[in-house]
């Protein structure tokens, strides 16, 4: 009887000692976080974005910011940069988003910056 008792708490341990001795990912470093030194090229099938230079779209406002200075649209394809999608722009104006509302059609042109930001200018259609 106490054999049995022995083998049934060895079982139990070895159960026990199992389930926490699951496989772990390899932990990885934050070296791929870094910033690359390779420039950044544009989604698939599009260019690389030319830097300073304004590309015309045309959208639906679906947020704006005044505080923060952004606006989100529902763009079609912006030709040569980017697929139509929604997004967030920043304006270097703050006056232009007092010119729009949320639903309006409105007509723009995105410049990206050295920095990497999309700067928007905006007219309502």
Request: glycine share 8%; with cysteine.
């Amino acid at each position: 009887m106490r054999f049995l008792k022995l083998l049934y708490f060895g079982l139990v341990v070895l159960a026990v000692g199992h389930s926490g001795c699951q496989r772990q990912p390899p932990k990885t470093s934050d070296a791929h976080l870094a910033p690359s030194a390779t420039p950044m090229t544009g989604p698939a099938g599009f260019p690389t974005p030319v830097m300073n230079k304004p590309y015309p779209g045309t959208g639906v406002v679906a947020a704006i910011n005044r505080k923060e200075g952004w606006i989100e649209i529902n763009h079609e394809d912006i030709k040569d940069l980017m697929p139509a999608m929604q997004m967030e722009f920043n304006v270097q104006d703050k006056t232009l988003l007092d010119r729009v509302a949320v639903g309006d059609r409105v007509d723009f042109a995105i410049i990206e910056t050295p920095k990497g930001e999309y700067l928007i200018d905006i007219n309502k259609k």
